[in-house]
């Protein structure tokens, strides 16, 4: 079975500081892995996703994560935050299915950008 | 126009009754999701749909029963609430071709209360 693990349910950093929000996955078979964010009180947005094509995703507002099978680990970086990154941010994994595909999130990491 | 919508946004209704969730989405997907994110922003599959085939979560109580009347939508009906429903409740959906993990769009979500 698969699974998701984000390490540290709140992470805290000053502006401008690099961002690092780590998450390690589980998977019997080459994993497809999702960064989504969600602003409060709205739904989920995909950050980046990685497909096994490049280690290295960018995604959007500057995010990036890489893939790397030895640690079995998608951390998510960005070089510099800004208050507008202050939001949950889940990792997930998912195996393809006929049609549909189900993604398994972790439990979340909630970043506070101080001013 | 909004790619997924869902209504209503809030619900607030008491232990015992039966409710309706709807989700529609206008991307021309051929797969939908349900999702329940907890108190603790815990985010679980419960349902995903791909042209009338459906994958069950089988953790999700059987008072839970997703119907779709066509492509682009898939309403959740919820039997005899439990306090425990009480959640924030996500539809998503994706292309849905076979094999391919694309990108799932989620709509606004539904915040269920049960008294």
């Known amino acids: 079975a698969q699974s998701v693990t984000q390490l540290g349910s709140h992470v805290s950093v000053s502006e401008g500081a690099l961002v690092l929000l780590r998450c390690n996955y589980s998977?019997?078979?080459?994993?497809?892995l999702f960064w989504y964010v969600q602003y409060p009180n709205q739904g989920l947005q995909l950050l980046l996703k990685?497909?096994?094509?490049?280690?290295l995703v960018k995604g959007i507002n500057d995010f990036e994560a890489e893939f790397k099978k030895s640690e079995t680990s998608f951390h998510l970086t960005k070089p510099s935050a800004h208050m507008s990154d202050a939001a949950e941010y889940f990792c997930?994994?998912?195996?393809?299915?006929?049609?549909?595909?189900?993604?398994?999130f972790g439990k979340g990491t909630k970043l506070s950008v101080i001013p | 126009d909004t790619a997924v919508s869902q209504t209503p946004k809030y619900l607030v209704t008491q232990m015992g009754n039966d409710k309706s969730i709807k989700c529609e989405q206008n991307?021309?997907?051929?797969?939908m999701y349900w999702y329940k994110q907890d108190s603790k922003k815990f985010l679980k599959i419960m349902f995903s749909?791909?042209?009338?085939?459906?994958?069950i979560n089988e953790t999700v109580p059987n008072r839970f029963s997703p119907k779709s009347p066509d492509k682009a939508h898939l309403n959740l009906h919820i039997n005899s609430l439990e306090l425990g429903d009480s959640a924030v409740y996500f539809c998503?959906?994706?292309?849905?071709?076979?094999?391919?993990?694309?990108?799932?769009?989620f709509g606004p979500g539904t915040r269920l209360t049960v008294l």
């Open positions: 991307l021309g997907h051929d797969t």
């Open positions: 749909y791909n042209n009338k085939e459906l994958i």
């Open positions: 998503a959906s994706s292309l849905g071709l076979a094999g391919v993990i694309d990108t799932q769009y």
């Open positions: 990685y497909t096994s094509a490049a280690t």
């Open positions: 997930a994994v998912s195996e393809s299915g006929a049609g549909s595909y189900q993604l398994t």
């Open positions: 998977s019997s078979v080459p994993p497809y």
